[in-house]
């Protein structure tokens, strides 16, 4: 019903920048908060930044400063731009979105919650 479709991933040299893109579609009403999280080969999954529908945002503390996370809410969109990229962040980088409704019918809204893009794929190289 719901999808989290990411792009903008790539191969970039160390210090460039790149931008990611997160559409969710589906006849959806509304977004709660979104966020981009990146998984490193042999790592966990960690946070990256995280938005609210209202913009308050939150970002992972080595990340202050290079990374901009944004929203367009009427387009249920959410980027993140990257600046001065190093080795360390390549990773795959994964859309969240942790609550969404969507109309299942024309009358009757279902949520669903934790819902994950299938992340696309930034490397770094040195």
């Known amino acids: 019903q719901v999808d989290l479709l990411e792009s903008g991933g790539g191969l970039v040299q160390a210090g460039g920048s790149l931008r990611l893109s997160c559409a969710a579609s589906?006849?959806?009403?509304?977004?709660?908060?979104m966020g981009w999280y990146r998984q490193a080969p042999g790592k966990q999954r960690e946070l990256v930044a995280t938005?609210?529908?209202?913009?308050?945002?939150n970002y992972a503390d080595s990340l202050k400063g290079r990374f901009t996370i944004s929203r367009d809410n009427a387009r249920n969109t959410v980027d993140l731009q990257m600046n001065s990229l190093k080795p360390e962040d390549t990773a795959v980088y994964y859309c969240n979105a942790d609550q969404i409704r969507y109309y299942y019918s024309s009358t009757v809204l279902r949520n669903v919650y934790d819902y994950w893009g299938q992340g696309t794929q930034v490397t770094v190289s040195s």
């Open positions: 589906g006849r959806i009403f509304s977004i709660n908060a």
């Open positions: 938005i609210t529908s209202d913009g308050s945002t």
